[in-house]
């Protein structure tokens, strides 16, 4: 079984940066579907991003294109996501996921087998 440890969150200014990063333990991550999701306070969970199993496909939610990146390194098991110009909307839990389905590009969050326990990230105005 898969598990997938969020680390990097914290708090920065609207306009800032900060990289979450996303490392798994188990099985190799390279035959899965990694994605990135979010959830603030009050909403419910939404797709962030996603990368197909071999980093040949990747989706953004149309709310972060152009501002965050995501990025996969199957030789150490771990999947990054870059996040620049962040703005207080930005702020909430972020979560990566695992669907072992190697050939879909997952932007549902139940489309997703494995979850980590999330990671805060605050953007302040």
């Known amino acids: 079984q898969v598990r997938l440890v969020e680390s990097g969150g914290g708090l920065v200014q609207a306009g800032g940066s900060l990289r979450v990063s996303c490392a798994a333990s188990?099985?190799?991550?390279?035959?899965?579907?990694m994605g990135w999701f979010r959830q603030a306070p009050g909403k419910e969970r939404e797709f962030v991003a996603a990368i197909s199993w071999n980093g040949g496909r990747i989706y953004y939610a149309d709310s972060v294109k152009g501002r965050f990146t995501i990025s996969r390194d199957n030789a150490k098991n771990s999947v990054d996501l870059q996040m620049n110009s962040l703005k207080p909307e930005d702020t909430a839990v972020y979560y990566c996921a695992a669907d072992p389905n190697r050939l879909r590009v997952a932007l549902m969050e139940g489309e997703y087998d494995y979850w980590g326990q999330g990671t805060q990230v605050t953007v302040s105005s």
């Open positions: 188990g099985p190799p991550l390279s035959p899965y579907c």
